[in-house]
C-alpha cells in the first residue's frame, strides 16, 4: 500500500500527528496495525425510563448545557438530555469546553456510567457524539487500545475512524482462493472490523482471519525450513552398542527415563545421512548435558568431531569442566578443547590448530568457535546449549564456517509452549525431558515485600550457617535508584558492608573483565563465597549444587521465563532449593510473578509467557512485531487443520509462492526466525 501519512487524514492535524509519531505510529499502515487492547460494548441503546446505575448508552437530545466555577480551579458542566421516555443529568468535571461543544436540540449517543453523587444521578463524565450511522465513541463496539505516553484511547479512536476508510485498498496477505475455501475476511476488512466491529460475529470471524494468517505463516515457514534441511546430507554415525553402555556404566547415577529415551532418539536420528534437526527441552536441572555428552562420545569413537557451543564464557568453561569429567573414565579427556574469547592468542592459537590437525574432538567454546580460524575437518556432530540464546544469523555462520552440514542438537531450557511446538514443528524433532532426576525437591518460592525482608535474611543467615549458598540477583549493575532499582552494585555494598559483613560476599556482573569475572565465579563454586550478588550473567546453565537461596530483586522487570531460569540455579541437590521474588515496588503482584511462585513447571509457565507475551518472548531473536500470534488460539483445531492442509498446497508446488510476493517476504522472514539451526 501506498504510505499515506497521519497528516494526510481529515480532521488529523500536525499536533495530533505529532503525538501519535512519538509512540512509533507515523503512516495510516502504521496505526492499522496498532491494535485494540480490548473492546467495549455499547451497542444497546437503553431508554431513558429503564436506565440503572452503571454503563449506559442513551439516544436523547441536549436540552439544556451549562458551565460553572464552583469553587476555585473546579469547573462543572451540566447538561440536561432526553427522550420521549425521560430525562437524565450529564456532568463534566473541569472540561469547561463542553459547554460550548454541545448543541443545543440535537440528538447525541451518549455512553457513561450513571452514578448517585450528593444524592442525585448523573451520568458522569460521558462520551458523546451527535447521531449518525458511523459513531466511533459510542452506539457501537468500540475499540479499547493501550495508552501510552499522553495517547489516550479517545484520541487514537478518532484517528483509526480515518485510517480505516484506507484498509479496504489493502491488498490481501492470503491468496484469494484461501481466503475464500476457509471462509476469511479479506485482510484490510478484517483489520476495519478488528478496530471498528459491525458486530460481534464479525469481531471475532476478523480475528479469527487475521489468526489464520499469523498460524499459515508460521506452519509454512517451518515446512519449507524442514524440506530444506532434509536436502543436505549430513555424514552417518552409526550406533555402537558397546560405546553406549560402557558410557551409561561409568555415571555416578542412573539415568532417567527421559534421558534414556532422548538419548536413544538422538542417537538413532545421527545414523542417518539426513541432518538431524532436533531440539532438547528439559527445564533446569533435568539433565541436559549428560545427554549431549553420550551423543558426543558416540560421535567421537566413530572417529568425528563434535562442536558444543555455549551463549556466555562461564557456561562455556562450566561444560568444559563437567565434560572433562563425564569422559575421563572412558579416557577421552584429553580430546576436549577449550575456545572463547579471553583467551590469550598463544592459546587460541594452539586450540585452533588442535582442531584443525583433529587432536581435539570435542571443541567447546562460545562465539569464538564461530571464527573462519576454527577449522574443523571431520564435524559430525553440532550441539548449542540454551538455542534460543544464538541469533539466527550466529547459528548460519557456524553452519557456513563448517561447511559440510553436520547434526544439529540443539537444547534448552526455555520450552516452547507445546501448543506451538505442534503447529511448528509437529513434535517430531522435539525431545521432552519431562523428568527431573529422583530425589529432587521442588523449590519453594515466596513473593517478598520490598519493605519486609527481614524475614528472607534471616533465612538467608541460617542457610550460611548450614554452608550453603546464595544468590541474589539484580535487574540492573549501577544506576542508582532509577526507577527504584535495586542495582548489583548499591546490593553489594549493602549486604557486604552491613548485614552480612561477617559473611564472605561476591560481586560479578558483565562489565568485569573476562579474568574478573572467571575468578568471582571459580571462588562461588568452590564454596569460598557465601554470597553472590550478579546480574542475570548466572541466569543460564551455571551449576552450583550447594546453592539453596536464589533472591531476585526488581521481580517485576524479569521475563517469566528467564525468572524461571535464575530459580533453576538453585535446587541441583538433594538440599531444599528456596527461591524469593521481591518486586520492586509494593503494590499487588502482576499475574506474572504469582504464577511463578505458584508453578515450577518450565512448559506451564512458557504457554503462560506465550498467551501474555507472544512468541516473541520465547524466539529471544525476534525484534520485530512482524511474526506474531496474537490472534490465532493455538487450541482451535479447526484454524490448525484449515492452516495446515492449505501449506500442503504450498509444499507440495513451492512455486505458488513466488505469486504472492508479499506472503513470500513475511514467509521468509519467519522462516529465519523460527529455525533451529
Ligand atoms: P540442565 O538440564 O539444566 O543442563 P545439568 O545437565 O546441568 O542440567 O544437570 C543438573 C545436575 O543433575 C548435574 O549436577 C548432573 O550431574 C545431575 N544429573 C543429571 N542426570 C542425572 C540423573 N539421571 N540422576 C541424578 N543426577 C543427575
Ligand atoms: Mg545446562
Known amino acids: 500500500m501506498e504510505e499515506v501519512k497521519l497528516i494526510d487524514l481529515k480532521g488529523i492535524g500536525p499536533s495530533t500527528a505529532k503525538v501519535l509519531a512519538g509512540i512509533g505510529i507515523n503512516s495510516v499502515n502504521d496505526l492499522l496495525h496498532y491494535y485494540p487492547r480490548t473492546h467495549q460494548d455499547y451497542s444497546e441503546i437503553t431508554p431513558l425510563s429503564s436506565i440503572k446505575p452503571g454503563l449506559v448508552t442513551i439516544r436523547a437530545e441536549i436540552k439544556q448545557a451549562k458551565g460553572r466555577y464552583v469553587r476555585r480551579g473546579m469547573h462543572i458542566t451540566e447538561a440536561i438530555a432526553s427522550d420521549e421516555t425521560g430525562s437524565v443529568r450529564l456532568v463534566w468535571f473541569n472540561q469547561p469546553y463542553r459547554e460550548g461543544a454541545l448543541k443545543i436540540g440535537q440528538q447525541y449517543f451518549i455512553t457513561g456510567k450513571l452514578e448517585l453523587k450528593s444524592q442525585r444521578f448523573a451520568i458522569q463524565s460521558p462520551s458523546v457524539e451527535l447521531v449518525s450511522d458511523m459513531p466511533v465513541h459510542t452506539a457501537r463496539i468500540v475499540p479499547v487500545y ?91 554415525i552409526a550406533f555402537d552398542e558397546q560405546v553406549a553402555k560402557d558410557f551409561v556404566a561409568m555415571l555416578p547415577y542412573k539415568l532417567t527415563d527421559a534421558q534414556r529415551k532422548t538419548v536413544w532418539q538422538i542417537l538413532k536420528d545421527i545414523e542417518h545421512t539426513n541432518p538431524m534437526n532436533r531440539l532438547v527441552e528439559g527445564d533446569v536441572g533435568s539433565g541436559k548435558t549428560v545427554v549431549a555428552a553420550l551423543a558426543a562420545v558416540m560421535a567421537i569413537a566413530k572417529g568425528f568431531q563434535v562442536a558444543l557451543l555455549a551463549p556466555t564464557e562461564l557456561l562455556a568453561r562450566q561444560h568444559a569442566e563437567s565434560l572433562s569429567e563425564l569422559l575421563k573414565p572412558l579416557k577421552l579427556d584429553s580430546y576436549v578443547g577449550l575456545i572463547v574469547g579471553s583467551l590469550k592468542s598463544v592459546q587460541k592459537k594452539t586450540a585452533q590448530a588442535d582442531i584443525e590437525s583433529g587432536k581435539i574432538k570435542l571443541m567447546i567454546g562460545t562465539h569464538a568457535l564461530l571464527q573462519d580460524k576454527v ?48 503447529t511448528l514443528y509437529g513434535e517430531l524433532d522435539i525431545s521432552l525431558l519431562d523428568a527431573m532426576p529422583i530425589g529432587r525437591k521442588p523449590i519453594i518460592t515466596s513473593l517478598v515485600s520490598p519493605n519486609s525482608r527481614d524475614k528472607m535474611y534471616d533465612h538467608i543467615r541460617s542457610e550460611i550457617d548450614k554452608n550453603h549458598q546464595i544468590y541474589v540477583v539484580c535487574p540492573v549493575i549501577s544506576e542508582a535508584n532509577k526507577n527504584n532499582l535495586v542495582s548489583a552494585e548499591i546490593m553489594y555494598k549493602q549486604l557486604s558492608s552491613s548485614l552480612f559483613k561477617d559473611k564472605r560476599v561476591g560481586l560479578l556482573h558483565g562489565k568485569l573483565k573476562a579474568e574478573e569475572k572467571t575468578a568471582v565465579m571459580e571462588s562461588y563454586v568452590d564454596g569460598e563465597l557465601d554470597i553472590l550478588v550478579a546480574t542475570t550473567v548466572v541466569e543460564v546453565g551455571v551449576n552450583v549444587p550447594n546453592a539453596t537461596i536464589m533472591v531476585i530483586e526488581g521481580a517485576d522487570r524479569f521475563g517469566l521465563a528467564q525468572m524461571h531460569q535464575l530459580r533453576g540455579r538453585v535446587g541441583r ?99 529465519a526466525v523460527i529455525t533451529l539451526n
Open 146 to 236: 493501550r495508552e501510552t505516553k499522553g495517547v489516550s484511547t479517545v484520541l487514537i479512536r478518532k484517528t483509526m475512524a480515518q485510517a480505516v476508510k484506507y484498509a479496504k485498498n489493502m491488498p490481501n496477505v492470503l491468496p484469494d482462493w484461501i481466503i475464500k475455501k476457509y471462509n476469511l475476511l479479506p485482510y484490510g476488512e478484517s483489520l476495519n472490523e478488528l478496530h471498528f466491529p459491525s458486530s460481534a460475529e464479525t469481531l471475532s470471524l476478523a480475528k479469527y482471519s487475521l489468526g489464520f494468517i499469523e498460524v499459515f505463516e508460521l506452519m509454512l515457514a517451518s515446512s519449507i525450513n524442514k524440506q530444506i534441511v532434509a536436502s543436505e546430507i549430513a555424514p552417518s
Open 375 to 422: 577449522k574443523p575437518q571431520n564435524l559430525g556432530l553440532l550441539i548449542i546449549d540454551e538455542q534460543h540464546r544464538f541469533g539466527v544469523e550466529q547459528r548460519k555462520a557456524l553452519l557456513k564456517s563448517v561447511g559440510k552440514m553436520p547434526h544439529v542438537l540443539s537444547m534448552t531450557a526455555t520450552p516452547i509452549p507445546r501448543s506451538l511446538a505442534l
Open 573 to 671: 541437590s538433594d538440599d531444599q532449593g528456596y527461591c524469593y521474588i521481591v518486586p520492586s515496588d509494593s503494590k499487588a503482584p502482576s499475574k506474572r510473578l504469582r504464577a511463578l511462585v505458584q508453578s515450577t513447571d518450565g512448559f506451564r509457565l512458557a504457554e503462560l509467557d506465550l498467551e501474555l507475551r507472544g512468541p516473541g518472548a520465547i524466539y529471544g531473536t525476534l525484534q520485530s512485531g512482524e511474526l506474531d500470534l496474537r490472534f490465532a488460539n493455538l487450541n482451535d483445531t479447526k484454524l490448525l487443520v484449515g492452516a495446515r492442509e492449505a501449506v500442503n498446497v504450498f509444499i507440495e508446488n513451492k512455486e505458488i509462492l513466488k505469486n504472492y510476493p508479499e506472503l513470500d517476504r513475511r514467509v521468509r522472514f519467519a522462516q
